[in-house]
Nanobody
Framework: QMQLVESGGGLVQTGGSLTLACAAS????????????IGWFRQAPGQAREFVAA????????YYSDSVKGRFTISRDNAKNTANLQMNSLLPEDTATYFC????????????????????WGQGTQVTVAS
């Protein structure tokens, strides 16, 4: 089983930046990080979990929600079993708990935006953007 741990959340002013990190651990003999797409989702109180960004297994293809496109950048390092979400020009509406997740659905069978396509989830890290 893969464990995912997010870090890097915090309180920032509008227009500021944060970088979230997602680290995978567990019995690496049972899985290979590089075979999973990694997605970032967020959830504000009383709201549904929302797709933010995803990167495919290779790191060569990335996907963003319209609300973060041009401001956020997702990346991964398969050698280190990590993925990052660089967030710039943060807005109060970006305030939420951010989750990383691992998706093993075959390429072409997922559009990376559905939480149900993701098998493993982290516990989340809080991002608060003050106005």
């Amino acid at each position: 089983q893969m464990q995912l741990v997010e870090s890097g959340g915090g309180l920032v002013q509008t227009g500021g930046s944060l970088t979230l990190a997602c680290a995978a651990s567990g019995r690496t003999s049972w899985w290979s990080f590089s075979t999973y797409a990694i997605g970032w989702f967020r959830q504000a109180p009383g709201q549904a979990r929302e797709f933010v960004a995803a990167v495919d297994w290779s790191g060569n293809n990335v996907y963003y929600s319209d609300s973060v496109k041009g401001r956020f950048t997702i990346s991964r390092d398969n050698a280190k079993n990590t993925a990052n979400l660089q967030m710039n020009s943060l807005l109060p509406e970006d305030t939420a708990t951010y989750f990383c997740a691992a998706n093993s659905v075959a390429v072409g069978q997922t559009d990376y935006t559905k939480p149900t396509d993701y098998t493993y989830w982290g516990q989340g890290t809080q991002v608060t953007v003050a106005s």
